[in-house]
T-cell receptor
Framework: GAVVSQHPSWVICKSGTSVKIECRSL??????MFWYRQFPKQSLMLMAT?????????EQGVEKDKFLINHASLTLSTLTVTSAHPEDSSFYIC??????????FGAGTRLSVL | GEDVEQSLFLSVREGDSSVINCTYT??????LYWYKQEPGAGLQLLTY?????DMKQDQRLTVLLNKKDKHLSLRIADTQTGDSAIYFC??????????FGSGTRLLVRP
């Protein structure tokens, strides 16, 4: 099946630094990708919709200046957590629309901010 | 708005069948999904069902859809210890956004 690759799988950073997470569609083109955040033992919370060649659409309550999304090609979307703080520590997961109404997910990135 | 609800926990004995239930509110959802998440991993698409279907079977997995009651279930036959995970039910809205339930943690006892 379709593969969505997410990198890195785990990152530890100091408070105040920025962290970039990549989401790649390996064997298909994805004009739309999604970024989610998941807290321990909770469900996924949609952060934003990433559209190739245009600005991302953010969900209510998600700071666009804090979570920068770039979708410059049909196979890559990036999420940059700017000036990360301990409260940004979480599990971040991306997904890509493979076909109409079918989404595949990356393996997730665990972010720990010290 | 749309809402998807699941029971939080299910424990079964190895070899038994597991049934995970889900209710949803958006009757216009064209597809409904079941995803599996193992610890520290992303979500794996297990199966999905089109809204005009009542049932879909795929090897050990059987999905039942009661559109009138907005009830979806996932039955896992001959449950194995490797099936222990969190199972998420999801519906899709008109913007292709997935709306997830809270997840059901399945524990398979040897």
């Amino acid at each position: 099946g379709a593969v969505v690759s997410q990198h890195p799988s785990w990152v530890i950073c100091k408070s105040g630094t920025s962290v970039k997470i990549e989401c790649r569609s390996l064997d298909f083109q994805a004009t739309t990708m999604f970024w989610y955040r998941q807290f321990p033992k909770q469900s996924l919370m949609l952060m934003a919709t990433s559209n190739e060649g245009s600005k991302a659409t953010y969900e209510q309550g998600v700071e666009k200046d804090k979570f920068l999304i770039n979708h410059a090609s049909l196979t890559l979307s990036t999420l940059t957590v700017t000036s990360a703080h301990p409260e940004d520590s979480s599990f971040y997961i991306c997904s890509a629309i493979v076909a109409k109404n079918i989404q595949y997910f990356g393996a997730g990135t665990r972010l720990s901010v010290l | 708005g749309e809402d998807v609800e699941q029971s939080l926990f299910l424990s079964v004995r190895e070899g038994d069948s597991s049934v995970i239930n889900c209710t949803y509110t958006d009757s216009s959802s064209t597809y409904l999904y079941w995803y599996k998440q193992e610890p520290g991993a992303g979500l794996q698409l297990l199966t999905y069902i089109f809204s005009n279907m009542d049932m879909k079977q795929d090897q050990r997995l059987t999905v039942l859809l009661n559109k009138k009651d907005k009830h979806l279930s996932l039955r896992i036959a001959d449950t194995q210890t490797g099936d222990s995970a969190i199972y998420f039910c999801a519906e899709v809205d008109s913007s292709y956004k997935l709306i997830f339930g809270s997840g059901t943690r399945l524990l398979v006892r040897p």
